[in-house]
């Protein structure tokens, strides 16, 4: 998990920041995206894809990584920004300001996935690297526990969609809701999913 730091390591570089998001998927919601920078040569086998965690264990790893890390920045954007540009634009520009927000300054950055982000930073993507880089999965932690903690509180404003469970994802629960409800103010309005006309709004993913 440490492979691709430890090249960056050797050519040089002296502060590396994993970069991922969680939420791009979802039919309701902020995306969020988190860069974490961890010590040299910092090990953990216990952090990996936040995806292959328990919601317990992703908690636990929170606590741990805000107290061990270097420095962690976050940044949410909102379902309004994704419908106004795309999910792709809201996503990386989410990831730019992560890098920025972070208390030390990277000089290299490992992306999760396969664009970079429109920083002038030394950068390095890597498809799958929530699971082949222990930054990018500790920034995959920290970034999901943060927006699952954003659904819950939009669970309690709008308790119909079961914001909760779902986390604004187009479950059959979820797809049910809003045909039976229509749609509230976090939804995003530019994904369209077929048959929902009788809500008088369309979701296109």
């Known amino acids: 998990m440490d492979t691709f730091e430890k090249i960056a390591y050797q050519e040089g570089y002296q502060f590396i920041a994993g970069i991922d ?55 949410i954007v909102d379902a309004e920004v994704i419908d106004h540009y795309n999910i792709l634009y809201a996503t990386l520009q989410a990831m730019r300001e992560a890098v920025l927000e972070l208390s030390t300054m990277p000089d290299f950055l490992l992306i999760d996935g396969n664009h970079r982000v429109p920083i002038t930073t030394p950068q390095k993507t890597i498809v799958k690297g929530d699971s082949l880089s222990i930054s990018i999965a500790a920034a995959s932690i920290m970034a999901k526990v943060n927006r699952d903690r954003i659904m819950e509180m939009y669970h309690r404003q709008f308790p119909q969609y079961n914001f909760q469970q779902n986390k604004g994802y187009g479950t059959k629960e979820h797809l049910d809701a809003i045909r039976k409800f229509g749609i509230c103010k976090i939804h995003r309005k530019s994904f369209h999913v ?9 979701f296109n993913i």
Do not use: C, W
Request: glycine share 6%; charged share 30%.
């Open 21 to 75: 998001e969680a939420g791009r998927g979802p039919l309701a919601g902020p995306v969020v995206a988190a860069a974490v920078i961890l010590p040299h040569d910092y090990l953990n086998p216990e952090i990996k894809d936040s995806k292959k965690l328990s919601a317990f264990k992703r908690e636990e790893l929170y606590e741990t990584i805000n107290k061990e890390a270097v420095a962690i920045g976050m940044r």
């Open 194 to 202: 077929k048959n929902l006309h009788q809500t008088n709004f369309e």
